[in-house]
């Protein structure tokens, strides 16, 4: 069953990179961001939905700057932690949440998002939102699951989507106003499901422009 409430996603922030499905993850989306987009030195990067910043600091050298937004306070503390600890000038952070009316004025080359879409009930309203930072002939990068039973979660506190149909989401992105829309699988992810022991879950990459 899908969650009818908001996940808290400040509770377990500073352990949340012991997992290393989260890591390995994080890399896999950034490979494949990498490969899909010219980053360049020029480009300003906003990494929506960042958690503690695993795919934002993996762009970071390869961009201008980049921003990492999240709605949670706690995730940020722990990527602000990694940008001090590195010495990181073009990494910086800012607390966004947009389905309590919360919007940046700056617009931005890329935005990419990992995994954070199925936490978000409105896809279309954030498609738009995205729309709306995006520079003119600015990239979108972001990814999820694949659809899938509800498996991939055991603790569904916060999950609005099961997964999505890459097609439906093209189709959503095009009615938006974007064009060059095409997706790839970035990776997948190995876990045990109670009763059904270890599961494979496809992650897709989609890649749209403005």
């Known amino acids: 069953m899908k969650s009818e409430e908001r996940r808290d996603f ?7 990179d012991a997992e290393m499905f989260r890591v390995n993850l994080a890399n896999g989306v950034a490979e494949i961001i990498i490969r899909e987009t010219n980053l360049s030195k020029d480009m300003a990067a906003l990494d929506f939905g960042c958690g503690t910043g695993l795919v934002t600091l993996r762009l970071q050298p390869l961009v201008g700057t980049i921003t990492g937004a999240d709605s949670s306070q706690g995730m940020l503390s722990v990527l602000e932690e990694k940008i001090r600890a590195q010495g990181l000038t073009n990494v910086r952070t800012a607390f966004l949440d947009f389905e309590k009316g919360d919007r940046m004025e700056e617009k931005f080359h890329l935005i990419v998002c990992s995994m954070a879409l199925h936490h978000v009930p409105d896809t279309t309203a954030l498609f738009r939102l995205w729309h709306e930072m995006l520079l003119p002939g600015g990239r979108l990068c972001f990814s999820d699951l694949d659809t899938e039973d509800g498996s991939f979660h055991s603790d569904k506190t916060g999950v609005f989507h099961f997964g999505f149909n ?37 992650i897709f990459l989609i890649v749209a422009d403005k």
Do not use: I
Request: net charge positive; hydrophobic share 25%.
């Open 10 to 16: 400040n509770k377990g922030s500073q352990q949340w």
């Open 166 to 202: 890459r097609e439906h989401l093209r189709k959503l992105l095009h009615s938006t106003g974007f064009s060059a829309v095409r997706d790839v699988t970035a990776t997948s992810v190995s876990r045990e499901v109670k009763g059904k022991g270890k599961c494979e879950f496809p």
